[in-house]
Nanobody, 118 residues
Framework: QVQLVESGGGLVQAGGSLRLSCAAS?????????IGWYRQAPGKQRELVAV???????TYADSMKGRFTISRDNAENTVYLQMNSLKPEDTAVYYC???????????WGQGTQVTVDS
């Protein structure tokens, strides 16, 4: 059974930083086609934040470039999201997502709340 468990969310002042973690279990890093982060703010659609795709390529949403950094530790089967220079508009629930190779099955974590106070 594949599980993605996020941690690291919380309340931070504007301009501050947070580091989110996503620990994957039940799936090997070599079996993951895409893994990364999405977010959903109240009343808005879920949107891409940053992901790793096959070959280690990273993709960032334009509004996160230069502020957010995605990284991956395959030995720990964990993906991180370092978020710097946070803005109130970054307030959202952040979800970890993984897509499995070959089956293309999609998995989501339960989400972690990030609140940026102005």
């Amino acid at each position: 059974q594949v599980q993605l468990v996020e941690s690291g969310g919380g309340l931070v002042q504007a301009g501050g930083s947070l580091r989110l973690s996503c620990a994957a279990s039940g799936i090997m890093p070599s079996s993951i086609a895409i893994i990364g982060w999405y977010r959903q703010a109240p009343g808005k659609q879920r949107e891409l934040v940053a992901v790793f795709s096959a070959g280690g390529r990273t993709t960032y949403a334009d509004s996160m470039k230069g502020r957010f950094t995605i990284s991956r530790d395959n030995a720990e089967n964990t993906v991180y999201l370092q978020m710097n220079s946070l803005k109130p508009e970054d307030t959202a629930v952040y979800y970890c997502h993984a897509r499995q190779l070959y089956t293309m099955s999609n998995y989501w974590g339960q989400g972690t709340q990030v609140t940026v106070d102005s």
